[in-house]
């Protein structure tokens, strides 16, 4: 599950997607970007860490076998997300993000009993996957703002060649693109709404995953907001994956902001639970 967490979550407070002019706005941390690209000339980065515990159950098919449970400890360190106002209501993006997938617990289930297995596991197992995974380069436009309502439109494309280690192209993998649409709308001067909606291709079937959000955000202090959103995805092999995360941003300054976040799924082939924090910088803003 850590491919498609940071895929689909390398990661707008709500609130702060209403946020007063020059101030800045960011894509993270929460799974609904905002609507809204950085000004003209801006160059801003976006960067964070993600910690992750995802179970998976294998069941064999042979009479009197016993269940395996494993559960991976994955790691997704320095996913950033590099923004350039290209043109006024044009942005340039690129995201890239290291990942590491480690087993942290490895069980045996047999007739209601579960105890740990003595049983040596191949190195695979123990680390199934790390490197560099799958970046994109894309656009974000606004096409739609009034006072209190923002709609914009952002395209990305997966390019497999950028990737490394376990997560290199595979034979057969192809360019895949990504569509997003985000809303925003601004309810009080410190309560808003958003909603998102994603397709996005694998680069190995012509079937797409879609994905859904919906983001409430509360402007505790002029510095520090809090959301909640719940999210999901229908991915292209029929899964459905159903979560919640919340957390807060602080905005140190106009051009710096912390945020701290964590989740959890809300049905089996969600990941158990996650944790991320991370910063934003808004570098230089030329006029």
């Not at 960067?47 to 009479?63: M, Q, R, S």
């Not at 289930?109 to 297995?117: D, L």
């Not at 439109?153 to 192809?174: C, M, N, R, T, W």
Request: with cysteine; hydrophobic share 35%; net charge negative.
């Amino acid at each position: 599950m850590i491919k498609k967490i940071s895929k689909f979550l390398p990661m707008v407070c709500l609130v702060t997607g209403f946020s007063a002019f020059g101030q800045i706005e960011t894509d993270r941390p929460d799974f609904t970007e905002s609507p809204n690209t950085v000004p003209q000339g801006a160059l801003q980065i976006e960067t964070g860490f993600i910690l992750e515990h995802d179970a998976a159950i294998v069941v064999y098919p042979f009479p009197g076998t016993a269940t395996e449970k494993r559960t991976y400890r994955n790691t997704t360190l320095n996913t950033s997300l590099l923004r350039f106002g290209l043109f006024e209501n044009l942005e340039l993006r690129f995201n890239y993000a290291w990942q590491s997938s480690k087993l942290h617990q490895y069980e045996i289930i047999e007739q209601g009993q579960v105890w740990p297995s003595p049983t040596e596991l191949p190195d695979s197992a123990y680390h199934p996957s790390r490197g560099f995974s799958t970046s994109f380069v894309g656009i974000k436009t606004n096409l739609y703002k009034t006072a209190n309502m923002s709609i914009g439109f952002l395209g990305h494309v997966y390019i497999p060649e950028l990737a490394s280690g376990d997560y290199a192209k595979a034979s057969g993998q192809k360019i895949a693109p990504e569509f997003l649409i985000p809303m925003t709308y601004q309810v009080t001067d410190r309560l808003g709404v958003a909603v998102q909606y994603g397709l996005s291709w694998d680069g190995f079937t012509a079937n797409p995953t879609t994905s859904y959000t919906l983001a409430l955000g509360y402007g505790i202090t002029d510095k520090l907001s809090c959301y909640v959103e719940p999210y999901g995805f229908l991915t292209n092999n029929g899964d459905e994956l159903h979560l919640i995360n919340g957390g807060f941003t602080y905005l140190v300054n106009d051009n710096f902001q912390l945020d701290l976040t964590g989740g959890f799924g809300l049905n089996e082939a969600a990941p158990n639970n996650f944790v991320g924090c991370g910063a934003s910088f808004l570098l230089f803003n030329t006029p």
